[in-house]
């Protein structure tokens, strides 16, 4: 079993609309938990990072974490074009980053 | 900037030959890590330091693939006598703990 698990898309919203993207852990001892944003061809981008059970908002983003379900998730609203990215779920275990193969996210204007 | 720096950017190479990155941490992290990453997939985890000290290897790691960090600054990462299947995007990122960590540029390595 994978570490992180993430639905690879892809994923189409419509611009404006919100975009809703999912992460599953295995390892119930992971602590710390990171959306990534990744364009073709770049390097990942921090996004959000969230270490407690619950909601945390930046911006348009909200991270949402439930432990107990083994559970992240990214909530993107007012989706735009410049959103149109792969998007990386990350997990700490241990000493580790552990990173999901990523939903590419696709808005359409 | 005080970002992640990687160097080269880019490196296209003839199979057999060794090839050697550089990736500068931003100055305040302790922890830095290497990751290669092919079309479609995550980044996969290579190696990791703490200070100058090498504490995790992936065992997926073969032995052509060596990293240091002297002194708990730059790292390098060498791969020996290179095989096509390590074409990849090379990923640096440093850490200040089991916190955030952020990416540098990354390296893109072509073996022909």
């Known amino acids: 079993q994978k570490e992180v698990e993430q639905n690879s898309g892809p994923l189409s919203v419509p611009e404006g609309a919100i975009a809703s993207l999912n992460c599953t852990y295995s390892?119930?001892?992971?602590?710390?938990f990171f959306w990534y944003r990744q364009y073709s061809g770049k390097s990942p981008e921090l996004i959000m990072s969230?270490?407690?059970?619950g909601d945390k908002e930046d911006g348009r983003f909200t991270a949402q974490l439930n432990k107990a379900s083994q559970y992240v998730s990214l909530l993107i609203r007012d989706s735009q074009p410049s959103d149109s990215a792969t998007y990386l779920c990350?997990?700490?275990?241990?000493?580790?980053?552990?990173f999901g193969t990523g939903t590419s996210l696709t808005v359409i204007p | 900037d005080t970002g992640v720096s990687q160097d080269p950017r880019h490196k296209i190479t003839k199979r057999g030959q060794n090839v050697t990155f550089r990736c500068d941490p931003i100055?305040?992290?302790?922890?830095l890590y290497w990751y290669r990453q092919t079309l479609g997939q995550g980044p996969e985890f290579l190696t990791y330091?703490?200070?100058?000290?090498?504490?995790?290897k992936s065992r997926l790691l073969s032995d052509r693939f060596s990293a240091e960090r002297p002194k708990g600054s730059f790292s390098t990462l060498e791969i020996q006598r290179t095989e096509q299947g390590d074409s990849a995007m090379y990923l640096c990122?440093?850490?200040?703990?089991?916190?955030?960590?952020?990416f540098g540029q990354g390296t893109r390595l072509t073996v022909v």
């Open positions: 990122a440093s850490s200040a703990g089991t916190v955030e960590a952020f």
């Open positions: 390892d119930r001892v992971s602590q710390s």
């Open positions: 969230i270490y407690s059970n």
């Open positions: 990350a997990v700490i275990t241990g000493n580790q980053f552990y």
């Open positions: 100055s305040e992290h302790n922890r």
């Open positions: 330091f703490q200070n100058e000290a090498q504490l995790e």
